[in-house]
Structures are given as structure tokens and as C-alpha cells.
């Protein structure tokens, strides 16, 4: 059976800037037993097992899957591997694959979907906001082929909607998603009334849930507001996209194609998105907001969640 790719057009274009951002971060980087023992080989084999006992630490609490120890960092908060060039050494003498399973795939954003696999980016890397920043949208793109590589056990989500009772509104996700990416992508409306009208449409979703014809329903609403907005384009001039305006809309857009609303459910993303928008406008420097956002969303949800 073909494996099929969905992915924002950006993923194909993104390469490593070397800037060492990612390896200067807060987050903890974490890694599985196989990759531990991986380099735990790797350094006694080259008679290192002091600073290998240094660089790896054993987590001492049962953590998340695939979590079974940490890297250490520099005195100047840097991981223990990244030299003054802002290259990794331990890629540097082993090869990409001798990495752990997060260091191999950021700033990618894979997922494991009924649909296929699924990739987008994450905003928190300065390489992704700069091909982010463009007047252009975001295009989903299907391929058969594989974007870039991605190991198969660092999947961020799976998605299957076909789990969800047929009755409720997640049943229905990829329409769903579909639709509200339509709409945050509505250049007719500033963004902050395409998010006040999608919010009327997670409200209106809400309200059929447990409806037995909510798959018809679905597809009447969706056509409503389809029309809604064909009415729009013919009696408005379509905005002029202002600086930044094609970032931040792209970053909701790409946040929304990480499955938030399928993960969390249609009111506390609602909810969410609300607040990230929020603070974006509100920031001096909706760059830095944005980055901040996203390396909380990925490594600290609790904060964020609230």
C-alpha cells in the first residue's frame, strides 16, 4: 500500500541555517533507551564513557514514551554537543543518524493520520518564521513522495477520526479542519473577523453534535458560509495584506494543520486560539510572540493550556 504525504508547502523548502537557536533553547531534550544505548556504545567504543556519563543522564522518574534520558547542557545553557560554530559534534562525528529522535526531526512537525502521514513546521525555529513571512498563503500539498525524512517513531499525533463516535462533530475532522483553514485564510475579512467567524462556526458545530443527520448538516453549514463568503468577495475589495499579516496568519493556519482541535476538542482550541491572538497583538514584537507560542506549545502545554 502507497504511503501518502499532506504537508504545507514549506516543509519541502526548509533547510538547516546552522543558526543554533534549537540547541540553545529552554527545552529538555529527551531520548529513548534505544538511543541511549546507541551512544553509550558509540563513546565506549572511543574509550569516552566519562563524558558519556556526563552528556547522558538517566531520568530518575517514569517519564513519557520514549522517554528515557536527557542531554545535558553547557554552563552557558547550550546543549552539551553544540561547539562554537554552532554545529553539533556528535553529528559531526557519527552521522544524522546517531542523533536522538527530536534532534533529527525539528523543527519538522510529522504526524500519523488516516489520511497519511502529515507534516508541518515549527515557528519557534528563526529558519521557518523567515520562509513563514510571506505575502503568500499556506498550500497543503499531497504527494506520494516523501517531503523529507522523518523517523517513523516521532510522531507528534495520531489522528483517526473514524474512532470518534459518529454522532460527534470529530467524526468529521478532516472536514472540519479543511474548513476552518478555508476560513482563516479568507483574505476578504481581516484576520481578527476570520477568527470571530470561526468562532461562530465551532459554535455551531457544537450544536449538532449528537444530531443523527450531523454529517448533512455539517455539509449545509459549511455551504452557508461558503456562500457567506462568495457574497463577501463580490462587495469587498479584498484587504491589503499589511507587514507581518502573512506570518501571523500562516502560523495560525500551520497551527491548526498540527491538530489541536482534534487533540484538545473545538472549545478549548477555540479558546486557545483566542488567547494566542491575544497575546500576539498585544506583543511589541509579534515575531518573538510567535516563537514563544510555538516553543510552548511544544514543550510547555501546561503553561499555555492554562
Known amino acids: 500500500m ?7 508547502d514549506i516543509v519541502a523548502q526548509f533547510s538547516c541555517q546552522m543558526c543554533g537557536a534549537c540547541c540553545r533553547n529552554q527545552w529538555q531534550v529527551t531520548l529513548s533507551e534505544t538511543s541511549y544505548r546507541r551512544n553509550e556504545a558509540l563513546f565506549a567504543g572511543t574509550g569516552r564513557q566519562a563524558e558519556f556519563d556526563q552528556a547522558f543522564i538517566r531520568l530518575q522518574e517514569p517519564a513519557g ?23 553539533c559534534r556528535l553529528h559531526r562525528e557519527a552521522g544524522h543518524s546517531q542523533l536522538d529522535a527530536v534532534c533529527q526531526t525539528f523543527p519538522r512537525y510529522p504526524m500519523s493520520t488516516a489520511r497519511g502521514i502529515e507534516l508541518t513546521l515549527s515557528f519557534s525555529c528563526p529558519a521557518v518564521l523567515k520562509l513563514a513571512d510571506r505575502e503568500a498563503a499556506l498550500s497543503i500539498v499531497k504527494a506520494e513522495k516523501q517531503p523529507t525524512a522523518v523517523a517513523d517513531d516521532s510522531y507528534a499525533v495520531a489522528v483517526y477520526p473514524v474512532q470518534q463516535p459518529a454522532r460527534k462533530p470529530l467524526h468529521y475532522y478532516f472536514e472540519l479542519e479543511t474548513h476552518f483553514i ?6 476578504g475579512l481581516p484576520l481578527s473577523e476570520r477568527l470571530d467567524f470561526l468562532a461562530d462556526t465551532v459554535n455551531a458545530v457544537n450544536g449538532l453534535a449528537q444530531d443523527e443527520t450531523i454529517g448533512r448538516a455539517l455539509t449545509t453549514l459549511f455551504r452557508s458560509n461558503y456562500d457567506y463568503l ?21 502560523f495560525l493556519v500551520s497551527f491548526v494543520f498540527k491538530k489541536p482541535f482534534y487533540i484538545y476538542g473545538l472549545d478549548k482550541t477555540l479558546h486557545l486560539l483566542q488567547r494566542m491572538w491575544q497575546q500576539i497583538v498585544n506583543a511589541d514584537d509579534m515575531t518573538a510572540a510567535i516563537r514563544k507560542l510555538e516553543f510552548q506549545y511544544g514543550h510547555d502545554r501546561k503553561v499555555l493550556l492554562g
Open 2 to 8: 502507497r504511503r501518502v504525504f499532506i504537508y504545507t
Open 65 to 87: 514514551y520514549g522517554e528515557y534520558a536527557y542531554i545535558a547542557k553547557q554552563a552557558g545553557g547550550g546543549c552539551w554537543f553544540l561547539d562554537t560554530g554552532n554545529r
Open 182 to 187: 478555508d476560513i482563516l485564510q479568507y483574505r
Open 230 to 250: 462568495d457574497r463577501l468577495a463580490v462587495a469587498r475589495t479584498p484587504s491589503v495584506t499589511a507587514p507581518g499579516a502573512g506570518l501571523l496568519e500562516n
